[in-house]
């Protein structure tokens, strides 16, 4: 069996921190609307870093993702960026700090001086699987390490959901992200940033962000974070007057009942441009649709997860997206790309598009309508 040290590691950090962001406690100006009143996001849904670190195609896809990144920022120059969860697939990280694999996927957006927030998906906080060729020289694979293999001499509990995500705060000024609160713990990524208007005067746009678990718990988002938005949006928003939009990683349970049969043609009202495979839906709905339903203020709702799907459905007074896969690790070679959303102030505008990693776009859609 080869040691953990073997596996080879050649990071390179590229830390920025020259540029303003987006925290509250900082000297940095909040997120707001610039350039005619528009602001602009990019979604990087799916990336995948860190997938079979000890072969040559695992560091390869990486390199391809960041190429991906790096067209979708400077074709549509975002005024930020969501990381919409499995930056990473920690389930191939065979080193004690997968952070190192994460300081990677954000640093096609660092190096731009772009702000950003990020969610975790399913493969985040994964525990490492070791491969069975690991085994091959007794001639007996095996998926889990025997019980006889000492851990001392490394560590393969993955890296928590909130080692991730301290290191990329702690690291990163233009990281809006934020743990959330500790009462939603173990689901980390659940908070809030608020886009001012242009004249800095008032919120115009509301970005939530939930933890919809995966890894190291279930695939839900519980009941206590339907009642954190629910608290949240009657404190920040109580006459729904400022438009809300939402992010997490796994679609809800709702999204299979709009979705187009799967393989089929997409057809209006739903528009999108791959329908590849089934929903795969959270374990259980524990009242946040219903929540997000009551509210006009909510737009959309954006995911990632199934790296076959990147439509937008209507549902109720919302719409329901996803994402494009943005990185060559995951399943699927479907072409790659990044879902992009603009949001204008004057009038109110929130429209959508898919820009793809040949700089095309395709998939436009209002959802603010
Ligand atoms: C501002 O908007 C105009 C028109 O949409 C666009 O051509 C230009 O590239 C934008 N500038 C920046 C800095 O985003
Ligand atoms: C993991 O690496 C990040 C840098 O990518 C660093 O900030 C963090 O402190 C490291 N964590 C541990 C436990 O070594
Ligand atoms: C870009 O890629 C898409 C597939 O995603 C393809 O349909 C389109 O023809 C390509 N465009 C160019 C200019 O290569």
Redesign the pocket.
Known sequence: MRECSVVPLFILLLLNFSVSGCRANDDKSPLRMVNGSVFKIALFADLHYGENAWTDWGPAQDVKSDYVMSTVLDSEKPDFVVYLGDVITANNIAIQNASVYWDKAVSPTRKRGIPWASVFGNHDDAYFEWPSEWFSATGIPQVNPPPSISYSACTFRGTTRLELMNAEITNNKLSCSNNGPKTLWPGVSNYVLQVLSSDGSKPVLLMYFFDSGGGSYPEVISYAQALWFKQQSELLNPNAKIAEVIFWHIPSTAYSKVAPKPMSVITKPCIG?INKESVASQEAEWGIMDILTSRPSVKAVFVGHNHGLDWCCPYKSLWFCFARHTGYGGYGSW?R?ARIIEVTENPFTVKSWIR?????T?SYVILSS
């Open positions: 441009s072409p790309g793809m990693e040949n700089a095309s395709h």
